[in-house]
């Protein structure tokens, strides 16, 4: 039965150009029609295409290059970013992020008193409410083209007796060179999902829309597995791909 219900007209761009890679009739490595001959040949706006092509580099079937235009990718091509997940240490001994990007902070990171919600308490094994020091930092790096948002949650309970129980201390990664000073033995989690920028997030991350974030969660644990710290990290989810070093468990 038909519905009715009409298709968006970028959805119908889309479709039409997935159909058309998915066949052959566009091989990888072929550029596609130009916005310009798209929004003509659909009777549409520039705008428009570009919400189409959207869904297609979401979906990783499409790379825009600047200068080049549009250009069909395979299902099966590596993305152009491959990004190490992991904490090392430097030469000094000082930790660092396993990609070795070196980013940007827009602002100087301030500390600010948050309570625990629910989700993050479970993970923290914390009640939730409970107050954290949290540290938020939009990052850039490569001139701009690289961006994330980063968030750093410390738990008061976890700072009480030591010298950071009245001043807050850094936020990650230096904050694990602080908890080492403490006494603790560190390992780390992570967790990783994807999901729909909210409306800010889009924004701050430049998003086309239909590009999804990849949403990741860092727990820093001690050689006793409890939970000292977490970070939550927000990273545009098209053209990327995330690695892990992984050794056989005992």
């Known amino acids: 039965m038909d519905s009715g219900r009409k298709v968006a007209r970028y959805k ?4 039409y150009l997935r159909e058309r890679i998915i066949d052959g009739t566009f091989p990888p490595g072929q550029p596609l029609p130009s916005e310009e001959q798209l929004a003509k040949e659909f009777g549409v706006t520039r ?6 092509i959207a869904e297609l580099r979401a979906a990783g079937l499409v790379e825009v290059i600047m200068g080049r235009g ?3 990718r395979s299902p099966h091509a590596r993305p152009q970013l491959t990004r190490a997940r992991g904490v090392r240490r430097d030469k000094t001994g000082h930790y660092t992020e396993a990609d070795a990007i070196r980013w940007t902070t827009t602002d100087e990171p301030v500390a600010t008193r948050t309570d625990a919600p629910v989700a993050l308490a479970d993970l923290l094994r914390i009640p939730p409410g409970e107050p954290m020091y949290t540290y938020d930092q ?42 080492e000073s403490l006494g603790h033995e560190l390992h780390f989690t992570e967790y990783v999902r994807t999901r729909m920028p909210l409306p800010d997030e889009a924004t701050t991350l430049r998003l086309s ?23 939550e990290t927000h990273i545009p989810g098209d053209d990327l791909e995330l690695s892990y070093s992984l050794g056989p468990e005992a």
């Open 12 to 15: 119908e761009i889309a479709d």
């Open 47 to 52: 705008p428009t295409v570009r919400q189409g």
């Open 138 to 179: 939009h990052q850039t790096a490569d001139h701009g083209r690289l961006r994330q948002l980063h968030r750093t949650y410390i738990p008061f309970s976890i700072l009480v007796g030591t010298p950071y129980e009245d001043t807050a201390p850094p936020p990650a990664p230096a904050l694990f060179t602080a908890l």
């Open 70 to 72: 549009m250009f069909v």
């Open 209 to 231: 829309e239909g590009v999804p974030l990849l949403h990741l969660l860092r727990l820093t644990l001690n050689q006793h597995d409890r939970p000292l710290a977490l970070e």
